[in-house]
Protein backbone atom coordinates (compact mmCIF):
# COMPACT_ATOMS: atom_id res chain seq x y z
CA UNK A 1 0.00 0.00 0.00
CA UNK A 2 1.40 3.29 -0.76
CA UNK A 3 2.48 6.11 1.81
CA UNK A 4 -0.60 8.43 1.72
CA UNK A 5 0.04 11.69 4.30
CA UNK A 6 -2.81 13.31 5.82
CA UNK A 7 -3.33 16.91 5.29
CA UNK A 8 -6.05 19.10 6.73
CA UNK A 9 -9.04 20.41 4.10
CA UNK A 10 -7.82 22.87 3.42
CA UNK A 11 -4.81 21.41 1.28
CA UNK A 12 -6.66 19.01 -0.04
CA UNK A 13 -5.93 20.63 -3.42
CA UNK A 14 -2.43 20.48 -3.49
CA UNK A 15 -0.73 17.56 -4.99
CA UNK A 16 2.44 16.62 -3.48
CA UNK A 17 5.55 14.53 -4.89
CA UNK A 18 5.63 10.81 -2.94
CA UNK A 19 9.46 11.26 -2.53
CA UNK A 20 8.85 14.40 -0.27
CA UNK A 21 6.30 16.09 1.70
CA UNK A 22 6.70 19.62 1.77
CA UNK A 23 4.87 21.55 4.02
CA UNK A 24 2.91 24.16 2.25
CA UNK A 25 4.16 27.93 1.97
CA UNK A 26 1.49 30.30 3.76
CA UNK A 27 0.32 31.85 0.29
CA UNK A 28 -0.77 28.42 -0.97
CA UNK A 29 -2.92 27.38 1.96
CA UNK A 30 -3.96 31.34 3.82
CA UNK A 31 -7.89 32.11 3.96
CA UNK A 32 -7.16 35.40 3.42
CA UNK A 33 -9.36 37.14 1.18
CA UNK A 34 -8.80 40.43 -0.89
CA UNK A 35 -11.48 43.15 -1.01
CA UNK A 36 -11.39 46.07 -3.68
CA UNK A 37 -12.87 49.07 -1.64
CA UNK A 38 -13.92 52.55 -3.61
CA UNK A 39 -11.15 54.60 -3.35
CA UNK A 40 -11.88 57.63 -0.77
CA UNK A 41 -11.97 60.90 -2.29
CA UNK A 42 -9.97 63.90 -1.01
CA UNK A 43 -12.12 67.14 -0.53
CA UNK A 44 -10.77 70.52 -1.02
CA UNK A 45 -7.23 71.11 0.71
CA UNK A 46 -6.58 67.32 0.39
CA UNK A 47 -8.59 66.77 3.57
CA UNK A 48 -9.57 63.46 4.42
CA UNK A 49 -13.82 63.43 4.84
CA UNK A 50 -14.85 62.34 8.35
CA UNK A 51 -16.51 59.06 8.01
CA UNK A 52 -16.79 58.28 11.30
CA UNK A 53 -19.16 60.97 12.16
CA UNK A 54 -21.23 59.84 9.69
CA UNK A 55 -22.26 56.55 9.99
CA UNK A 56 -24.96 55.14 12.32
CA UNK A 57 -24.46 52.37 15.31
CA UNK A 58 -26.07 49.40 13.72
CA UNK A 59 -28.64 46.80 16.14
CA UNK A 60 -26.51 44.09 17.17
CA UNK A 61 -27.05 40.03 15.79
CA UNK A 62 -29.58 38.36 17.31
CA UNK A 63 -32.83 38.14 19.09
CA UNK A 64 -32.99 40.89 22.29
CA UNK A 65 -33.05 39.87 25.58
CA UNK A 66 -31.47 36.23 24.46
CA UNK A 67 -27.85 36.40 25.62
CA UNK A 68 -27.39 32.83 25.84
CA UNK A 69 -29.20 32.06 22.77
CA UNK A 70 -26.88 34.08 20.45
CA UNK A 71 -28.38 37.54 21.57
CA UNK A 72 -28.00 40.57 23.33
CA UNK A 73 -29.07 42.18 26.36
CA UNK A 74 -29.64 46.09 25.65
CA UNK A 75 -28.21 47.50 29.01
CA UNK A 76 -24.69 45.76 27.39
CA UNK A 77 -25.48 46.56 23.99
CA UNK A 78 -25.78 50.50 24.70
CA UNK A 79 -22.76 50.63 27.09
CA UNK A 80 -24.22 53.26 28.31
CA UNK A 81 -23.70 54.48 32.05
CA UNK A 82 -26.84 53.41 34.58
CA UNK A 83 -28.09 56.60 35.44
CA UNK A 84 -28.46 57.45 31.60
CA UNK A 85 -29.41 53.89 30.83
CA UNK A 86 -32.24 54.42 33.32
CA UNK A 87 -33.34 57.99 32.75
CA UNK A 88 -33.76 56.60 29.17
CA UNK A 89 -35.63 53.89 30.34
CA UNK A 90 -37.95 55.48 32.34
CA UNK A 91 -38.35 58.42 30.27
CA UNK A 92 -39.23 55.95 27.12
CA UNK A 93 -42.00 54.70 29.61
CA UNK A 94 -43.96 57.53 29.88
CA UNK A 95 -43.35 58.38 25.95
CA UNK A 96 -45.38 54.49 25.64
CA UNK A 97 -48.00 54.67 27.51
CA UNK A 98 -48.72 58.58 25.81
CA UNK A 99 -48.40 56.50 22.11
CA UNK A 100 -48.59 53.12 21.86
CA UNK A 101 -51.83 50.66 22.63
CA UNK A 102 -50.26 49.48 25.99
CA UNK A 103 -52.41 46.43 26.04
CA UNK A 104 -50.55 44.52 22.67
CA UNK A 105 -47.16 44.12 22.24
CA UNK A 106 -44.31 46.09 20.52
CA UNK A 107 -44.24 44.36 16.51
CA UNK A 108 -48.61 44.52 16.80
CA UNK A 109 -48.69 48.47 17.30
CA UNK A 110 -49.88 50.10 14.32
CA UNK A 111 -47.51 51.59 12.13
CA UNK A 112 -48.66 54.98 12.27
CA UNK A 113 -48.37 54.74 16.68
CA UNK A 114 -44.86 53.59 16.21
CA UNK A 115 -44.50 56.35 14.27
CA UNK A 116 -44.95 58.97 16.31
CA UNK A 117 -43.77 56.78 19.05
CA UNK A 118 -39.86 56.98 17.66
CA UNK A 119 -40.53 60.66 16.53
CA UNK A 120 -41.43 61.58 20.35
CA UNK A 121 -38.72 59.59 21.04
CA UNK A 122 -35.91 61.24 19.39
CA UNK A 123 -37.55 64.25 20.01
CA UNK A 124 -36.85 63.98 24.22
CA UNK A 125 -33.82 61.82 23.40
CA UNK A 126 -31.69 63.15 20.76
CA UNK A 127 -29.19 60.28 21.47
CA UNK A 128 -31.37 58.40 19.12
CA UNK A 129 -30.15 60.06 16.17
CA UNK A 130 -27.08 58.14 16.47
CA UNK A 131 -28.40 54.77 16.02
CA UNK A 132 -30.17 52.84 12.77
CA UNK A 133 -33.87 53.14 12.85
CA UNK A 134 -33.51 54.34 16.33
CA UNK A 135 -33.70 50.71 17.35
CA UNK A 136 -32.80 51.12 21.18
CA UNK A 137 -36.00 52.92 21.17
CA UNK A 138 -37.62 50.57 19.33
CA UNK A 139 -35.97 47.77 21.84
CA UNK A 140 -36.91 49.52 25.15
CA UNK A 141 -40.75 49.61 23.87
CA UNK A 142 -40.56 46.31 22.71
CA UNK A 143 -39.24 44.91 26.57
CA UNK A 144 -41.80 47.74 28.16
CA UNK A 145 -44.53 46.25 26.19
CA UNK A 146 -43.95 42.65 26.50
CA UNK A 147 -43.66 43.09 30.47
CA UNK A 148 -46.75 44.81 30.70
CA UNK A 149 -48.72 42.89 28.60
CA UNK A 150 -47.38 39.62 30.33
CA UNK A 151 -48.04 40.98 33.47
CA UNK A 152 -51.55 41.10 33.04
CA UNK A 153 -52.04 37.39 32.03
Not at 58 to 83: E, V
Not at 124 to 138: H, K, L, R, T
Request: with cysteine; aromatic share 14%.
Amino acid sequence: MDYCPYYPPITLRKIFDKDRSPSPSASEITLRRVFNFDPVHLGENNETPNLVSNTLILRPRGPLSKPNHGGYTLRHALRWDDRTYKEVQEGLHGVCDRYLDITTTFPKQTPDAVSKFLQAAREQFPIFGEYVDQWPASDFATMYLKNKFWGRI
